[in-house]
């Protein structure tokens, strides 16, 4: 099976550019077949950039939101624009470091032989950020951890790989991205948890605050609970003769 990244981008334009090299330098030797960059109507030059970076190869695809729809539609966007059966993610703020894209695959290969439903999810072994948004996500992620006993510690990493059919089969909302380990297990998806890296920013700002991370997520976490409670796993059919 061979995958397509999809990268969400929002006014990441100083740092788009250097991703998407260091990107290239993995494919070599990795299943990688597409990049699919999303421009969530950046008020930049963010698909210019990306562009440039890599120049006329048609492995890179860019597509653009008219305005900003935020980081879960973005990603769905991206995903439906998807070509190969295989969904790899990371944010384009060049926190997520692409070497560890082997790790995922590694494990993938692994797990898989026991059934093709899996997904793999990266948790960050040290955090490369403010104090406050240190802070902010420990506790989020003890909330939803409490809430939803994924047994995940890290689900705000956006370094995950998974098939594209598994993702496009759950129930879409606004900060669905926060929730897909949980989601995708309730629906009968194994998961499998990798430590990767995590970089410090070296260009841009961040997008979320203490609001994001803490009021907005408790809000969303009501409303997934309230999904996983009532979701029906996999069903098993067959023909009758």
């Known amino acids: 099976m061979f995958a397509t990244i999809v990268l969400p981008a929002y006014n990441e ?25 999303v421009d969530d109507g950046s008020t930049d030059d963010t698909a210019a950039r990306a562009r440039v970076a890599w120049a006329d190869d048609a ?11 935020g980081q879960s539609q973005a990603l769905l966007s991206g995903i439906r624009a998807a070509s190969q059966d295989l969904i790899l993610t990371l944010d384009a703020d060049g926190q997520n470091d692409p070497a560890d ?17 899996l997904i793999v999810a990266g948790q960050r ?24 006993h994924d ?16 993702f496009l ?7 669905i991205h926060r929730f897909i380990p949980a989601m995708m297990k309730a629906s009968g998806v194994a998961v499998a948890l990798v430590d990767v890296h995590h970089r410090p920013r070296q260009a841009g700002r961040s997008k979320y605050g203490l609001w994001d991370r803490l009021w907005v997520g408790v809000h969303d976490l009501i409303g997934v ?17």
């Open 59 to 69: 492995t890179l695809r860019i597509v653009r939101h008219g305005c900003r729809k």
């Open 101 to 117: 894209f082997g790790k995922l695959f590694d494990v993938y290969a692994v797990r898989q032989a026991c059934g093709p439903r």
């Open 13 to 37: 334009a100083e740092s788009i550019g250097p991703l998407l090299r260091e990107i290239r330098g993995q494919l070599g030797h990795l299943p990688i077949r597409e990049v699919v960059v």
């Open 151 to 166: 047994n995940v510690r890290d689900t705000g990493c956006s370094l995950k790989l998974f098939r594209r059919e598994d």
């Open 169 to 175: 089969a759950l129930p879409f909302f606004d900060h």
């Open 125 to 148: 072994l040290r955090r490369e950020d403010t104090l406050l948004r240190r802070l902010s996500s420990r506790i989020a992620n003890g909330v939803r951890a409490g809430v939803l």
């Open 225 to 241: 609970r309230w999904l996983l409670k009532r979701q029906i796993g996999p069903v098993e059919m067959e023909d009758v003769p």
